[in-house]
């Protein structure tokens, strides 16, 4: 069983909906992320959250909006998707602050579909 | 910045043999952890070993091992006796020790793993 729960595990979303996807950690960890992977290709970091703060936003368009609202949830909103925001959408947990050696765990990610 | 450079996109080995997976990486930071993933087809990551830049041995998880040479910064994975299930992308990854890049984790472009029976 994955300890980082993501859901959907599945989504189609029209060009004008507005959805969300969820994920959800119970390890204590303190900094969560959110990676975009399209097909054959590496995860691509998005947003990083430490102790429930924005600390990182790789230039990600406005049209995805991530919330953190407390130490175990992360969300991913999105709205006006284009077609070309589809991908598995990743989320992961770890430890915050300088904690060499450790990895981050992952969760199985949603597969979003934008049509 | 960081760039982590694995070469072979694809591989094939037999069950039962040991492949090697090879990967490069390039930093300025003087302390930065590697890591290694498996991602199945079913989208996954998961985490299979860690090698710290100034651990003095090569790191080994089970039938996974890590081929750490520093002065060449290379972190090459060794996976023995190759099953059927370790079919999969295998990605190698990069984290800095330092500064506020810290939370970042770099990957690779990866390689897909092909065991045949």
């Known amino acids: 069983d994955t300890e980082v729960t993501q859901t959907p595990k599945h989504l189609v979303m029209g060009m004008t909906n507005k959805k969300s996807l969820k994920c959800e950690q119970h390890?204590?960890?303190?900094?969560m992320y959110w990676y975009k992977q399209k097909a054959k290709k590496p995860p691509e970091l998005m947003f990083v959250?430490?102790?429930?703060?924005?600390?990182i936003n790789e230039s990600v368009p406005s049209r995805f909006s991530p919330e953190c609202p407390n130490s175990s949830l992360l969300n991913l909103h999105l709205h006006a998707l284009q077609p070309e925001d589809s991908a598995l959408y990743l989320c992961?947990?770890?430890?915050?602050?300088?904690?060499?050696?450790?990895?981050?765990?992952f969760g199985s990610g949603t597969r979003l579909t934008v049509v | 910045a960081q760039k982590i450079t694995q070469t072979q996109p694809g591989m094939f080995v037999q069950e039962k043999e040991a492949v090697t997976l090879d990967c490069t990486y390039d930093?300025?930071?003087?302390?930065?952890?590697l890591f290694w993933y498996k991602q199945p087809s079913s989208g996954e990551m998961i985490f299979l070993i860690y090698?710290?830049?100034?651990?003095?041995q090569n790191a080994t998880e089970g039938r996974y091992s890590l081929n750490f040479q520093k002065a060449r910064k290379s972190a090459n994975l060794v996976i023995s006796a190759s099953q059927l299930g370790d079919s999969a992308m295998y990605f190698c990854?990069?984290?800095?020790?330092?500064?506020?890049?810290?939370?970042?984790?770099?990957f690779g472009k990866g390689t897909l793993l092909t065991v045949n029976p």
């Open positions: 992961a947990s770890g430890r915050a602050g300088t904690t060499p050696g450790y990895g981050y765990t």
């Open positions: 390890m204590g960890h303190r900094a």
């Open positions: 959250y430490s102790y429930e703060k924005l600390s």
């Open positions: 930093t300025s930071d003087p302390s930065y952890g």
């Open positions: 090698q710290g830049s100034y651990d003095q």
């Open positions: 990854a990069m984290r800095p020790n330092s500064g506020g890049s810290n939370y970042k984790l770099t």
